[in-house]
């Protein structure tokens, strides 16, 4: 996947922003909150942060491709970047950020989320 259309995917997920930051980065956020970030990679390749179950988290830190995403993790956060992203990677991906914007959204009060029409 590239960030066209990582890009693509995340604005097709409900209630989302986006924004360009932290070095250029595509930020995209659910009620303000970060769920995904593509960029933040040590060299040219394409790569992905996202935000994960504790079970994910675990299972994630242990494939080749990911890791503890930088920054995140080190607070303690259960955030995995995904940094050898391959075609054959993008259906796992998209899942994983769908369940981000699923762990991001249900963080929000519940009146934020009927706001935006989110986990009713």
Request: proline share 4%; hydrophobic share 35%; charged share 20%.
């Amino acid at each position: 996947m590239n960030y066209e259309q990582f890009n693509q995917f995340c604005r097709a997920l409900p209630a989302t922003t986006y924004v360009m930051q932290w070095g250029n980065s595509h930020v995209w956020k659910v009620g303000g909150k970060v769920f995904a970030i593509g960029g933040w990679s040590d060299d040219k390749q394409p790569a992905y942060i996202f935000k994960t179950s504790e079970q994910n988290f675990g299972f994630l830190s242990e494939v080749e491709g990911y890791k503890p995403a930088p920054y995140f993790a080190n607070r303690g956060m259960k955030w995995i970047q995904l940094f050898d992203s391959k075609p054959d990677n993008d259906q796992d991906l998209q899942y994983y950020l769908t369940e981000s914007h699923r762990l991001v959204s249900s963080g929000l009060t519940k009146v934020k989320q009927k706001a935006l029409g989110l986990n009713q």
